[in-house]
């Protein structure tokens, strides 16, 4: 049973940064395309970043330039560094897993990211 858990979410002022993580269990890291997707209050769920194996990466145009994605295989673990943060990004944070052969997917359990003065 694959498991995705998060941390790092919390309270911050607008310009400032947070790191997100994510660690995968109950399977092999490498079989995961890895993401992070963001639901503000009141709108649906959306794209942030993704990562391949390869360590190719994908943003969403919101936040290109001022958040990272990375991952280490080593660990199991992908991370989202985010900077710069504004009001606009305050959402819940979800960190997403796609098995790049079977298609099954997998959802954390969210983690709370306030920007805010």
């Known amino acids: 049973q694959v498991q995705l858990v998060e941390s790092g979410g919390g309270l911050v002022q607008p310009g400032g940064s947070l790191r997100l993580s994510c660690t995968l269990s109950?399977?092999?890291?490498?079989?995961?395309?890895m993401g992070w997707y963001r639901q503000p209050p009141g709108n649906p769920r959306e794209l942030v970043a993704t990562?391949?194996?390869?360590?190719?990466?994908n943003y969403a145009d919101s936040v290109t330039g001022r958040f990272t994605i990375s991952r280490d295989n080593s660990k199991s673990t992908v991370f989202l560094e985010m900077n710069s943060l504004t009001l606009e990004d305050t959402a819940v944070y979800y960190c997403?897993?796609?098995?790049?052969?079977?298609?099954?997917?997998?959802w954390g359990q969210g983690t709370q990211v306030t920007v805010s003065t």
């Open positions: 109950g399977n092999i890291f490498s079989t995961y395309i």
């Open positions: 997403h897993a796609r098995n790049r052969y079977t298609g099954g997917q997998y």
């Open positions: 990562i391949a194996f390869t360590k190719a990466t």
